[in-house]
């Protein structure tokens, strides 16, 4: 297939699971009742359905997604290596473990909630800093590979944290903590649509305007420093930048991983190396499955969902494994 088809068919995938998820869910809407609801009628609960709950959820997934991707996509380069997520660096480890402090120590209200994303946010970039310290050699910077070990041991002291500390947790707080680190998209409402749509108007264009320090940055540090880039500089600054996007995208989605590895992945595969390509394409790949995860999830038989974080991570963690043994050759 031409590269020039992926995208337009990529966006009518989209499209089309949108129209889908609008559609399909516990309570069904027909199209009738949608083009009702628009004009200003239908009814109180149709309305609040259909504009209240599940059209913020497809945004945040849409959204959330794009976040994901383009910030794996920034770290496979920025650290050279193809394994690097935010799930395996312990960022989604960090926000967890301060949502689950917070709603230990703090009484839960209505603005106690719309706080969350915030405290999950500071608590992946504290992370983050914890992570850049340990694996900042003097006079030589920040190792990559070193950073991704020391993302994964810090990760797993914070998991093994956070699983003592879950059991102290009533059965409230203990369900939604759990959801939570499942990754259940948990802020299905406009407030947290609008609360990480800045993130992405900042930081992606930014990450494009740095198109070529990122394609410069994956083929080594030799190389980087001989076409004149300060590659500590750049590094920490485009670290420090994906740090914050899926972070942003993590605090109010919940614990979702696997998916910033494998989207970069998927668009590499289609043939787009270069990162003014590569982001895009990996972007629109990162929102269409995580709201193809949410939509399988939401209608999952039985009275329950199931988390688009644990559908993710059944495509993912088999794709991780390849992707491992491939790199081990």
């Not at 009702?36 to 599940?54: H, P, Q, Y």
């Not at 193809?82 to 960090?94: H, M, T, Y």
Request: aromatic fraction near 10%; hydrophobic fraction near 55%.
């Amino acid at each position: 297939m031409k590269k020039r088809y992926i995208f337009p068919i990529l966006l009518l995938l989209i499209v089309l699971l949108v129209l889908f998820a609008l559609t399909h869910g516990k309570l069904a809407l027909t199209w009738s009742e949608i083009w009702e609801i628009m004009r200003g009628g239908g009814t109180s609960a149709k309305r609040l359905l259909l504009v209240d709950f599940r059209l913020p959820r497809i945004v945040l997934a849409i959204l959330a997604g794009a976040a994901l991707a383009v910030g794996g996509a920034v770290l496979q380069s920025t650290t050279q290596n193809p394994l690097a997520d935010s799930g395996i660096l312990g960022i989604n480890a960090g926000a967890g473990l301060f949502v689950l402090l917070f709603i230990s120590f703090v009484q839960s209200t209505t603005v106690t909630t719309f706080l969350l994303p915030l405290i999950a946010l500071v608590g992946a970039l504290l992370t983050a800093v914890i992570i850049f310290a340990f694996a900042y050699k003097k006079r030589i910077g920040i190792m990559p590979v070193r950073l991704i070990l020391t993302g994964v041991v810090v990760g797993t002291g914070i998991s093994a944290l956070t699983l003592l500390l879950v059991t102290k947790l009533d059965s409230e707080n203990y369900r939604f903590v759990t959801m939570w680190q499942a990754g259940s998209i948990w802020g299905s409402n406009w407030f947290f649509v609008c609360a990480l749509l800045p993130w992405l108007l900042i930081l992606v264009p930014w990450f494009f305007f740095k198109h070529r320090e990122l394609d410069i940055l994956q083929f080594g540090d030799a190389t980087a420093i001989s076409l004149g880039v300060n590659i500590q500089k750049e590094r920490i600054k485009l670290i420090v930048a994906a740090v914050a996007l899926t972070g942003a995208a993590v605090s109010v989605t919940g614990g979702i991983g696997f998916l910033g590895l494998i989207a970069p992945h998927i668009a590499k595969r289609l043939g787009f190396k270069k990162h003014w390509q590569l982001l895009p394409i990996a972007a629109i790949i990162g929102s269409l499955l995580l709201l193809l995860s949410d939509t399988i999830g939401r209608l999952s038989p039985g009275s329950g969902e199931i988390p688009a974080g644990t559908v993710v991570a059944i495509i993912g963690a088999p794709y991780f494994l390849f992707l491992l043994l491939k790199e081990s050759t």
